[in-house]
């Protein structure tokens, strides 16, 4: 099946900085891809949709300043998480439908988690 | 917002069991999946089955599908200790995935 990477698995960072997640699919090309947080023992909630060529599409209640998205190209999409404080710490996980059907299959990066001290 | 309510919330059989796992949803849907998550790891598809779909098998895997009752199953026969995870159904519509809460199931060798 499709292979999607996620970059870094852990990270743990001082509140105050900004850290950037990688997620890339890797033997094929993704024109969306989604990012989601989940904290512990919950589900995934969908935070944005990354647009290839366009702007990230957020959910509600997701501030787009605070977490930037770029779709930089058809293999790549970063999550910025700006300022971050100790409630940004979470789970993220990226995912790209391979297909053109969006809600076809899905294949998700392995995590990264994200610790604010 | 959540889509997909699964039951029971944890499951507990010895190896060899039958596991059946349930996903109740509320609004129309294009598609549902199920997906399984090992702890602090990312997420595995294991099935899609269509709204048009009422039954799909995939090896040990049973997944069926009533939309009257807007409702699933997933079904894994022969349970192994490898199959101890977290399982989430995800309904797919408007070009999203919504998942459930997730259900723990737990394989005792």
């Known amino acids: 099946g499709a292979v999607v990477s996620q970059h870094p698995s852990r990270v743990i960072c001082k509140s105050g900085t900004s850290v950037k997640i990688e997620c890339r699919s890797l033997d094929f090309q993704a024109t969306t891809m989604f990012w989601y947080r989940q904290f512990p023992k919950q589900s995934l909630m969908l935070m944005a949709t990354s647009n290839e060529g366009s702007k990230a599409t957020y959910e509600q209640g997701v501030e787009k300043d605070k977490f930037l998205i770029n779709h930089a190209s058809l293999t790549l999409s970063t999550l910025t998480v700006t300022s971050a404080h100790p409630e940004d710490s979470s789970f993220y996980i990226c995912?790209?439908?391979?297909?053109?059907?969006?809600?076809?299959?899905?294949?998700f990066g392995p995590g990264t988690r994200l610790t604010v001290l | 917002s959540q889509q997909g309510e699964e039951d029971p919330q944890a499951l507990s059989i010895q190896e060899g069991e039958n596991a059946t796992m349930n996903c109740s949803y509320k609004?129309?849907?294009?598609?549902l999946q199920w997906y399984r998550q090992n702890s602090g790891r990312g997420l595995v598809h294991l099935i899609l089955?269509?709204?048009?779909?009422r039954e799909k098998h995939s090896g040990r895997l049973r997944v069926t599908l009533d939309t009257s009752k807007k409702s699933s199953s997933l079904l894994i026969t022969a349970s192994r200790a490898a199959d101890t995870a977290s399982y989430f159904c995800?309904?797919?519509?408007?070009?999203?995935?919504?998942f459930g809460k997730g259900i723990t199931l737990s394989v005792r060798p």
């Open positions: 089955i269509r709204s048009n779909e």
């Open positions: 609004t129309s849907i294009n598609n």
């Open positions: 995912s790209a439908p391979q297909g053109h059907g969006s809600t076809d299959t899905q294949y």
């Open positions: 995800a309904t797919g519509a408007n070009s999203k995935l919504t």
